[in-house]
């Protein structure tokens, strides 16, 4: 079995909200095991988290690149939060979400995709790390494309024009105003960013996630009838979709009416029936541990020559 370790407690207790004690106890009952852990502490009611919150710890941009109908988001990862703010890298994570418009979501073929005449995307980035001094890492990118309307895109905590630490693409599909459709999409792009779900509705919602909702309800109202127990997981289910799927949630503009009512009405001042047809959320390091470091202790290490 695994060693309960502090930071182990610690990064459960950062993840979960439940106490320290229950934590631990959580951990020591599921093996080290933190995500077993989690759901431990949700089936005992200790923890009101519907989905981890992994650290952030990569840095780098989120970059995005929009052209009406289709748009892309890329993340280029760095190993400091000093390189976000060099302009040669920025022109680099401009250069790679421009391309991702291009060549699509695959990031392999991003990398090996020619630029000018200096070679690939992955030829520009190995220069990069040369000029720069520092590693760096395409690690991702998306492309969401309509026929007819907007895909609209936001990013959060902008350095620059297209560059930030969160992006988000939302495709909306209609014959009516681009100009409407691009004010909404803006807002439902802000929404996302702000409300991260985790679908756009009930029935995109990953198998292995539903499952594991379903299995944390029967598990919390054990020993009722299996009648009962069946309308509770129904019942949990409608409400965890309206925390997770975009067309059910509270729309953040006007709580008072869920994204999908707000689509809905607007289609008057577009003047034509308006389609949601999906969305693309990168926040920067999302899924990535990096091991952390005492910056003090690196200084003085460095300035005595260890």
């Given at each position: 079995?695994?060693?309960?370790?502090?930071?182990?407690?610690?990064?459960?207790?950062?993840?979960?909200?439940?106490?320290?004690?229950?934590?631990?106890?959580?951990?020591?009952?599921?093996?080290?095991?933190?995500?077993?852990?989690?759901?431990?502490?949700?089936?005992?009611?200790?923890?009101?988290?519907?989905?981890?919150?992994?650290?952030?710890?990569?840095?780098?941009?989120?970059?995005?690149?929009?052209?009406?109908?289709?748009?892309?988001?890329?993340?280029?990862?760095?190993?400091?939060?000093?390189?976000?703010?060099?302009?040669?890298?920025?022109?680099?994570?401009?250069?790679?979400?421009?391309?991702?418009?291009?060549?699509?979501?695959?990031?392999?073929?991003?990398?090996?995709?020619?630029?000018?005449?200096?070679?690939?995307?992955?030829?520009?980035?190995?220069?990069?790390?040369?000029?720069?001094?520092?590693?760096?890492?395409?690690?991702?990118?998306?492309?969401?494309?309509?026929?007819?309307?907007?895909?609209?895109?936001?990013?959060?905590?902008?350095?620059?024009?297209?560059?930030?630490?969160?992006?988000?693409?939302?495709?909306?599909?209609?014959?009516?105003?681009?100009?409407?459709?691009?004010?909404?999409?803006?807002?439902?792009?802000?929404?996302?960013?702000?409300?991260?779900?985790?679908?756009?509705?009930?029935?995109?919602?990953?198998?292995?996630?539903?499952e594991r909702e379903k299995n944390v309800l029967r598990e919390k109202n054990a020993g009722k009838p299996a009648n009962v127990l069946e309308k509770i997981v129904e019942s949990g289910l409608k409400t965890y979709f309206k925390e997770v799927c975009l067309v059910d949630q509270p729309f953040v503009m006007d709580p008072s009416k869920s994204v999908a009512q707000a689509v809905k009405e607007i289609e008057g001042?577009?003047?034509?029936?308006?389609?949601?047809?999906?969305?693309?959320?990168?926040?920067?390091?999302?899924?990535?541990?990096?091991?952390?470091?005492?910056?003090?202790?690196?200084?003085?290490?460095?300035?005595?020559?260890?």
């Open positions: 079995m695994a060693e309960i370790t502090a930071a182990l407690v610690k990064d459960l207790r950062e993840k979960s909200g439940a106490g320290m004690m229950d934590c631990k106890t959580a951990l020591t009952e599921s093996g080290g095991d933190v995500e077993a852990a989690i759901d431990w502490l949700r089936k005992k009611g200790l923890s009101k988290a519907a989905k981890k919150a992994g650290r952030v710890a990569a840095e780098g941009l989120v970059g995005v690149w929009s052209g009406g109908t289709r748009a892309s988001v890329v993340e280029v990862n760095s190993e400091t939060d000093f390189v976000a703010r060099n302009e040669a890298f920025q022109g680099l994570v401009k250069m790679i979400a421009h391309v991702a418009f291009k060549v699509g979501s695959d990031i392999e073929a991003v990398k090996a995709a020619p630029v000018g005449t200096s070679g690939t995307v992955a030829d520009a980035v190995a220069s990069a790390i040369a000029t720069i001094g520092e590693n760096m890492t395409p690690r991702r990118a998306a492309v969401l494309e309509v026929s007819a309307g907007v895909v609209a895109s936001y990013v959060h905590n902008s350095v620059s024009d297209g560059l930030g630490k969160i992006g988000v693409l939302v495709a909306l599909e209609s014959t009516g105003s681009k100009d409407e459709l691009a004010i909404i999409g803006r807002q439902i792009a802000m929404h996302v960013a702000a409300s991260n779900p985790v679908a756009l509705n009930a029935s995109e919602v990953d198998a292995a996630t539903l001042k577009v003047g034509a029936p308006v389609t949601l047809k999906g969305f693309q959320r990168f926040a920067l390091g999302e899924g990535i541990e990096k091991a952390e470091s005492d910056f003090a202790a690196e200084v003085a290490a460095a300035v005595s020559g260890g």
